[in-house]
């Protein structure tokens, strides 16, 4: 089954413990990205790729890390989390970076720092 | 201003009704638009690409205004399973870095 899978889906932890949220993909797509999701500010994008090693800022980039080191993987680092990063977390695919193309969600990481 | 702005509703509507959401973007370059929709904080999934001339599928049917720059969603026949939040989004540069609207919230009663 084509899918986007991300792991852990829920998490709880503390101010400054490093974290890793993996995403992983399985259709062979070449774009891959990250939101996060908050009450009345909509999906906003954290990082995306177009390829493996290629790797660029979204809109709200800070705080965050990433890697594209094969195409199927894109995890997403918080090398020390804060509770604003607090959030609904959502891995993307596409098979290009091409705007016309569907994103294909994964079911989402709830993430919560306290 | 927003690049990309919809009213956040909620919209109640009775089942069998017709809705429509509006959708106003602020890049005129903008290329590809989209609808998805997103059901109670699970994974947005595409509803529709929304193309120049207009499409329809189904009961849905999406429209493109460059000149004044808004798309729309059309609902037709409103069905419970409807319910739901419809996501704009806009590829403004064509490079697959979407902006996502808000959100319009729809509930269909019985």
């Known amino acids: 089954e084509a899918q986007v899978t991300q792991n852990p889906r829920y998490l709880i932890t503390v101010t400054g413990k490093k974290l890793t949220v993996t995403c992983s993909q399985n259709?062979?797509?070449?774009?891959m990205s990250w939101y996060r999701q908050d009450p009345g500010l909509g999906l906003r994008q954290i990082y995306y790729?177009?390829?493996?090693?290629?790797?660029d800022k979204g809109d709200v980039p800070e705080g965050y890390k990433v890697s594209r080191k094969e195409k199927r993987n894109f995890p997403l680092i918080l090398e020390s989390p804060s509770p604003n990063q607090t959030s609904l977390y959502f891995c993307?695919?596409?098979?290009?970076?091409?705007?016309?193309?569907?994103?294909?969600f994964g079911p989402g990481t709830r993430l919560t720092v306290t | 201003r927003k690049e990309v702005e919809q009213d956040p509703g909620p919209f109640n509507v009775p089942e069998g009704a017709t809705v429509a959401f509006n959708c106003t973007y602020s890049?005129?370059?903008?290329?590809?638009f989209f609808w998805y929709r997103q059901d109670c904080r699970k994974e947005p999934k595409l509803l529709m690409s929304?193309?120049?001339s207009g499409n329809e599928d189904g009961r849905f049917t999406a429209q493109l205004n460059r000149a004044s720059q808004y798309i729309s969603l059309l609902i037709r026949d409103s069905k419970l399973s409807d319910s739901a939040t419809y996501l704009c989004?806009?590829?403004?540069?064509?490079?697959?870095?979407?902006?996502f609207g808000q959100g319009t919230t729809l509930q269909v009663k019985p």
């Open positions: 993307a695919s596409s098979l290009s970076s091409e705007g016309a193309y569907e994103q294909y």
């Open positions: 259709m062979n797509h070449e774009y």
């Open positions: 790729s177009m390829n493996v090693e290629v790797t």
């Open positions: 890049n005129s370059a903008s290329q590809s």
């Open positions: 929304v193309y120049s």
């Open positions: 989004v806009v590829n403004p540069r064509n490079t697959g870095k979407l902006i």
